[in-house]
């Protein structure tokens, strides 16, 4: 397991960290990588390259290995030799991950954002998915699987629109 | 470059290869409903769930040796998938009931590694979220289908009939994994009780294992779909020695 050991962050993977973390998502191109929370640490190692860890949304995400090549790219731009991405499973991404910024992003594109979880708990499934389009909590699950592993298909009640919903995890 | 950070733990190569083929096996299975499911969100449904197995898969095997190799070069007895899975889709209804059966089992499987710190804890913390929903999926359909009409009753209960006699095998230990496998098949029997409950349906009677009495699965023992599923999933990249997108 990830322990919580901090490591104090030099400027320049701050400022790498900053780069890595502006790639857009490929799947999601409305949502930087940083706002999904899935940039986990840019260390810099002492023979002048850089790891990266990542970290899926699904353990499945067929988006890592894009995200792999636009992270390398961006560094290798910016004059980093070597890079070298890392999947990590732990501690597991949750949609509580994704920012604050990220959800008001999210809907705004038309996708109902994740709620947030209970502490420890599942989601409850009463709480109401409220519609992108109209704003309408009137809304049903027409797939608990959508274009994505990570989205559901919901139709709202009200204006009718069907609309992903980013479910939670 | 794209690594997947070893665990510091020796691996149980053992287990890992019997969790990663079944995740595989099934994946794969899963995948051939791909322009033949009854609606497209279920289409759509069936691929995620196939999706979220074989990112599974890549890990576990990924443990044990290069995944691709283990994957598409291994020959039917040095696999070490349940038999359950490999079972042909059938019916939908057969297919929901390998799914019920399975998920049900990997979702126990999963929660109880996932509280441990063996080599499994960080993926099966991950995959546990996932398999949640593959349950949800699983036992809606079986209350849809077993509570249903006449015919979508019939179907689920013959479903149900046909596949319990390979559900045994998930109970048997496994070398490496630190489960008690008797305690997993008491709590899985209760919570497919009540899935059933809920579908107007009873538990199915008889054997739950011996369909092989020399064993099964998990010795490189498999039934005879398996040898056609294997060659489907396997001439391309056998046809083609090293060949990549």
């Not at chain 1, 699904?58 to 790219?73: F, L, Q, V």
């Not at chain 1, 599942?122 to 049903?140: A, F, I, K, Q």
């Not at chain 2, 759509?44 to 290069?66: E, F, K, T, W, Y």
């Not at chain 2, 929660?111 to 499994?120: K, R, V």
């Amino acid at each position: 397991m990830v322990t919580g050991a901090v490591v104090e962050e030099t400027r320049l993977e701050q400022e790498l960290a900053a780069l890595a973390g502006s790639v857009p998502d490929p799947e999601l191109p409305v949502l930087t990588l940083a706002e999904l929370g899935v940039l986990r640490r840019v260390h810099m190692r002492e023979d002048g390259g850089v790891d990266v860890d990542l970290t899926p949304t699904y353990t499945g995400c067929p988006a890592i290995e894009a995200m792999s090549a636009d992270i390398e790219r961006v560094l290798t731009d910016h004059g980093i030799p070597r890079v070298t991405v890392r999947t990590v499973l732990s501690p597991a991404w949750s949609t509580d991950d994704i920012s604050a910024e990220g959800r008001r992003k999210l809907a705004e594109f038309g996708i109902a954002p994740p709620r947030p979880h209970a502490a420890g708990g599942p989601v409850p499934v009463s709480l109401s998915v409220r519609c992108p389009h109209c704003g309408s909590t009137d809304t049903e699950l027409l797939s608990r699987f959508s274009s994505t592993a990570c989205k559901a298909l919901r139709r709202c009640v009200a204006c009718r629109e069907p609309f992903d919903h980013f479910k939670e995890l | 470059m794209t690594a997947t950070v070893p665990t510091t733990a020796t691996v149980p190569a053992t287990a890992a290869l019997a969790l990663g083929d079944d995740a595989l096996v099934l994946s794969h299975r899963l995948g051939e409903w791909a322009g033949h499911a009854p609606v497209l969100e279920e289409e759509v449904a069936l691929a995620n769930i196939a999706l979220d197995l074989l990112g599974q898969a890549r890990v576990l095997l990924s443990l044990v040796g290069d995944e691709d190799e283990l994957a598409f070069l291994r020959e039917e007895r040095a696999f070490r998938n349940l038999q359950l899975v490999e079972q042909p889709n059938g019916d939908f209804a057969h297919t929901i009931a390998r799914q019920l059966y399975f998920s049900l089992h990997q979702h126990l499987l999963w929660t109880e590694l996932a509280a441990g710190d063996g080599p499994f804890a960080p993926l099966a913390a991950k995959a546990v979220k996932e398999t949640a929903y593959h349950v949800d999926h699983a036992a809606q359909w079986t209350v849809r289908l077993g509570d249903g009409t006449e015919e979508s009753t019939r179907r689920m209960r013959a479903a149900l009939d046909a596949l319990w006699k390979y559900t045994g095998e998930m109970f048997q230990p496994v070398d490496g994994l630190d489960v008690d496998g008797s305690a997993l098949e008491q709590r899985w029997l209760a919570e497919l009780a009540e899935v059933l409950d809920r579908a107007r349906l009873s538990l199915p009677e008889g054997p739950r294992t011996g369909a092989w009495s020399a064993g099964a699965g998990r010795q490189g023992l498999h039934t005879e779909p398996f040898g056609r599923m294997l060659a489907e999933m396997q001439h391309l990249h056998r046809s083609h020695p090293g060949a990549s997108w």
